[in-house]
């Protein structure tokens, strides 16, 4: 995620760090250096009938290619959005049963055990969103039977919750907890539980490819056709307005294609690490650990 203030003045004209500009830059030279050529023919030697093109045609496609774009990023921000409440929410459920794990167990190693299996599951969370070795970064934070136990398992996040919840019985079964107490704690389990099957459901349920192919094909149709139209009018100054236009439409459609999958590595995308950072620090702070880890910063205005 780009975390920055917002620009003022010229600033507007020259920041690179945190836009979309790099990502789109071949696609608008090119429309560049092809209106400049369609530019450079109709000025010098304009082809028979070059006068009767019209820029209506391309007036009415640019606004329906629009209002699609605009569909088309409305949904990919509310898949970004959702993606975001998920994990603010699991930051909420961690805290809570870390809170009440502190205040109604009192086995420290039961507690401590639950923690970092807490922690754990932030972790395995986010490596399967990412596509990454679930397993390796769950591993620090467990024992060596729970290691064994987790080699067993396909599915590593509900591995550990399945854990906890191990934990939580055993209280209950020696009298420590009220079955009451028990179902409260189990609740949050099941929040968490709730909160991964959210995530993958994003995860494996992308926007129809249909769609989004079509607005990829108008969008370059509308941007390589738009100079024809504009030239016999605009003469020179077609390069310049195909290549604003290109930036807008391409610029949107990037920035839909990055906000679509919310849990990858794009600058738009979140910072799933700083939050299971987040995570981390609370459960070790429950704990009473010193020190803490450091939450994690943006670099180069990039937070990851």
């Known amino acids: 995620m780009i975390i920055r203030s917002r620009p003022h003045g010229w600033q507007l ?10 990502a789109i830059a071949p696609k608008v030279l090119a429309i560049l250096v092809l209106s400049i050529a369609v530019a450079a023919v109709v000025e010098l030697a304009p082809p028979i009938g070059i006068e009767r093109v019209s820029v209506t045609p391309f007036t009415l496609l640019g606004l329906v290619l629009s209002i699609f ?8 921000y ?11 929410q699991l930051i909420y459920e961690s805290r809570s049963l870390a809170r009440q794990v502190h205040l109604l167990l009192a086995d420290d190693s039961g507690r401590r055990r639950i923690a970092y299996l807490t922690t754990a599951f932030a972790h395995a969370l986010a490596a399967r969103l990412r596509g990454r070795i679930v397993a390796l970064v769950a591993l620090p934070w467990l024992d060596k039977p729970q290691r064994e136990q987790l080699a067993e398992r396909e599915n590593v996040p509900d591995a550990l919750l399945s854990m906890i919840a191990a934990e939580l019985a055993q209280a209950l079964r020696s009298g420590e907890l009220e079955p009451i107490l028990y179902t409260q704690l189990e609740d949050r389990l099941h929040a968490m539980s709730s909160i991964q099957a959210g995530c993958e459901r994003i995860l494996s349920t992308p926007l129809p490819f249909a769609y989004t192919l ?9 941007c390589v056709l738009l100079p024809f139209g504009l030239a016999s009018s605009l003469g020179w100054g077609t390069p310049v307005l195909s290549a604003v236009l290109a930036y807008a439409f391409f610029g949107l459609d990037q920035l839909g294609e990055e906000m679509e999958e919310p ?7 979140l910072p799933l690490d ?11 702070d429950a704990l009473g650990e010193r020190p803490l880890p450091e939450p994690l910063l943006p670099q180069g205005y990039l937070l990851q």
């Open 69 to 76: 774009l605009s569909f088309r990023n409305s949904a990919c």
């Open 274 to 284: 700083a939050m299971v950072r987040t995570i981390e620090i609370d459960q070790l």
């Open 214 to 222: 079509l607005l990829h094909r108008c969008a370059w149709m509308f």
């Open 263 to 269: 849990f990858g590595l794009e600058p738009n995308d």
């Open 13 to 22: 004209l020259y920041i690179l760090r945190g836009s979309i500009v790099p």
């Open 78 to 88: 509310d898949r970004w959005w959702e993606g975001r409440k998920l994990w603010g």
